[in-house]
């Protein structure tokens, strides 16, 4: 099947998203429920419906496009990611996925496509964790991971609790109604930019995932004591930031002692209290982040830092429970998607490598739904969540060109 991607129409597409921001260009600030998420939320759907699809909302925001198949009693065939943006980073985050899914889809229809199986595109709710502490609101609740009584009790940082944005934003109905049974899809495939360096190193377009790396979330507010800098001498000192530090290098040590590359360990927030060159830290607070596509091997790594900060805090004289905020399972790419993605590749004669995303997706979530697979293509520098993140119009054409063709062979 030959297939015609506009690459001007989606760079342009792109382009005008990327005004919908708080924060001023090259830079993008999108938060989810803001006037500027609203605005590129209704102007995503009114290109839908200009492609001819069937547009739909759900309790939490997620936002459903629909081309029709042949046979629509079946389990659809979906694609998508999201279009909230943290603060001051880049355009192409979640929005290739996005907006290049729509491509594809209306590559596929000016083709003459018709698919037996429906295609659905998903633009789902607030994939970044920036307004609610909690990345992939949209589709952890679609997947049943979080609950709705877990939602209503999420406050922001200003305190607005998550209803109340929630009405705010223009979403109605129940949250129960959100979550979606499993084998709703049959299959579920993301284009996303890499977000890291591999693929341009090796020049390659084109990445097919085999799995997709979850993180553990631990926090912790350590408690010393406070004191004056000069006065309070060195013996018996109880020093909260010191206390934290050595469980940083707890991580850090635990992390490597693995001896395999796909485990990372990252003390990614520190903060101290009161803060004063004079004063002795009384308190800590600390967030680590801990990924592998690994399961056992993550947890293993998560039991040595618990036991870490137990020996720590004992000798240290310092007190604080580690916390788990969340504890996602990796997941395995299906090989049907996989297969379907390496097919297009070669129609296309792209070469590419199978690899890992070492970031996690909404694709992560889909994967407790449905078969789930995941396309990238290059980012510049490896460089992501930054004004600077970059993937060229002809490097996202191609994913686009793969995208259409991996949906055409699944809902065949």
């Not at 006037?35 to 209704?42: C, I, K, M, N, Q």
């Not at 102007?43 to 069937?54: D, M, N, V």
């Not at 990445?207 to 997709?212: R, S």
């Not at 490597?256 to 927030?269: C, H, K, N, R």
Request: net charge negative; aromatic share 6%.
């Amino acid at each position: 099947m030959n297939i015609s991607v506009n690459q001007e129409r989606l760079s342009a597409e792109l382009d005008t998203l990327a005004t919908f921001s708080d924060a001023p260009a090259p830079a993008v600030t999108r938060v989810l429920w803001t006037a500027r998420d609203l605005e590129a939320r209704a102007y995503f759907q009114i290109l839908c419906s200009e492609a001819g699809l069937s547009v739909r909302q759900d309790a939490l925001g997620n936002i459903f496009a629909r081309f029709e198949g042949t046979e629509p009693h079946l389990p659809a065939v979906a694609t998508g990611s999201h279009t909230d943006a943290i603060p001051h980073s880049g355009r192409f985050d979640g929005c290739v996925g996005v907006l290049g899914g729509l491509e594809a889809l209306r590559a596929l229809k000016s083709a003459g496509f018709v698919p037996r199986r429906s295609l659905e595109l998903i633009m789902f709710t607030s994939e970044e964790p920036t307004r609610f502490g909690l990345g992939c609101l949209g589709s952890r609740t679609m997947a049943g991971v979080l609950s709705p009584e877990k939602l209503r009790g999420l406050k922001d940082g200003d305190g607005i609790a998550f209803e109340t944005a929630r009405s705010a934003g223009g979403c109605s109905g129940e949250l129960e109604t959100v979550r979606l049974p499993e084998g709703c899809y049959h299959a579920f495939v993301e284009l996303h930019i890499e977000q890291g360096p591999l693929l341009e190193k090796a020049g390659l377009p084109l990445g097919v995932v085999a799995a997709i790396a979850a993180p553990a979330t631990l926090r912790l507010t350590i408690e010393g004591e406070g004191g004056h800098a000069g006065a309070r001498l060195m013996p018996g000192r109880r020093d909260a930031l010191l206390a934290g530090s050595e469980l940083a290098l707890a991580v850090e040590k635990a992390a490597l002692s693995t001896g395999a590359i796909d485990t990372v360990g990252t003390t990614g927030f520190f903060q101290i209290h009161p803060g004063a060159v004079n004063s002795i830290p009384s308190r800590a607070q600390i967030e680590i982040d801990v990924r592998d596509i690994e399961l056992e091997r993550r947890d293993e790594v998560v039991g040595q830092i618990r036991a870490a900060w137990d020996e720590i805090s004992e000798r240290r004289g310092v007190s604080g429970a580690l916390e788990t905020l969340n504890a996602d399972p990796p997941a395995t790419c299906a090989e049907s998607i996989v297969s379907a993605s390496q097919n297009a590749a070669k129609a296309l004669d792209l070469p590419f490598q199978k690899m890992v995303s070492r970031a996690y997706h909404d694709a992560l979530f889909m994967a407790r739904l449905c078969p789930t697979g995941m396309i990238f293509i290059p980012s510049k520098g490896g460089i992501s969540h930054r004004p600077d993140e970059y993937s060229s119009p002809e490097e996202i054409k191609r994913g686009v060109e793969v995208l259409a063709l991996s949906l055409a062979e699944l809902a065949a």
